[in-house]
T-cell receptor, first 114, second 111 residues
């Protein structure tokens, strides 16, 4: 079984500040990990993914995440927040079997203050 | 860029009615999924479909739900007799392997 915990359902940062969204996972097999972003009234857009290659993964819109096996974490960061980053962010886990389901965390709503 | 397309974007239905949510996955993808997101809650897996049959389903996916790939392009989710608690955003996704691509969702409101 796999699970994902996202600490902090709401995170608020100032424009230009560091963004840190936390994700911890549980998996009995080597995980594949994903971050998705959901803008208001829209679907889920893939930000980045970890699939057992480099542990530091760079994604779109300046986001990156680091896979830390010892901490079972896959935290999402961005050096400088922009107003357009305000959205809901979901961390998800699966395994390396093609077609396997994704298990999502509860989501973190990121608010960016001017 | 290819994308997953879902119709309708919004659906309002009366309790007890049947609804069909439609999806056109990305054409060369092999795996298809339905997920749902009740307002304010996490995204939950419903069902996965491969090689014209269900490969996995969650506890949510009971006898009221069914999926079908009636032709080479569409992938549908049918809810036979809707309940108030079926109100949610329903996402279709498709995948060539492990990375899932999501549609924009259908917001279903059962009244």
């Amino acid at each position: 079984a796999q699970s994902v915990t996202q600490l902090g359902s709401h995170v608020s940062v100032s424009e230009g500040a560091l963004v840190l969204l936390r994700c911890n996972y549980s998996s009995s097999v080597p995980p594949y990990l994903f971050w998705y972003v959901q803008y208001p009234n829209q679907g889920l857009q893939l930000l980045l993914k970890y699939t057992s290659a480099a542990t530091l993964v760079k994604g779109i819109n300046g986001f990156e995440a680091e896979f830390k096996k010892s901490e079972t974490s896959f935290h999402l960061t961005k050096p400088s927040a922009h107003m357009r980053d305000a959205a809901e962010y979901f961390c998800a886990v699966t395994n390396n079997n093609a077609g396997n389901m994704l298990t999502f965390g509860g989501g973190t709503r990121l608010m960016v203050k001017p | 860029e290819p994308e997953v397309t879902q119709t309708p974007s919004h659906q309002v239905t009366q309790m007890g009615q049947e609804v069909i949510l439609r999806c056109v996955p990305i054409s060369n993808h092999l795996y298809f999924y339905w997920y749902r997101q009740i307002l304010g809650q996490k995204v939950e897996f419903l069902v996965s479909f491969y090689n014209n049959e269900i490969s996995e389903k969650s506890e949510i996916f009971d006898d009221q739900f069914s999926v079908e790939r009636p032709d080479g392009s569409n992938f549908t989710l049918k809810i036979r007799s809707t309940k108030l608690e079926d109100s949610a955003m329903y996402f279709c996704a498709s995948s060539p392997d492990t990375e899932a691509f999501f549609g924009q969702g259908t917001r279903l409101t059962v009244v």
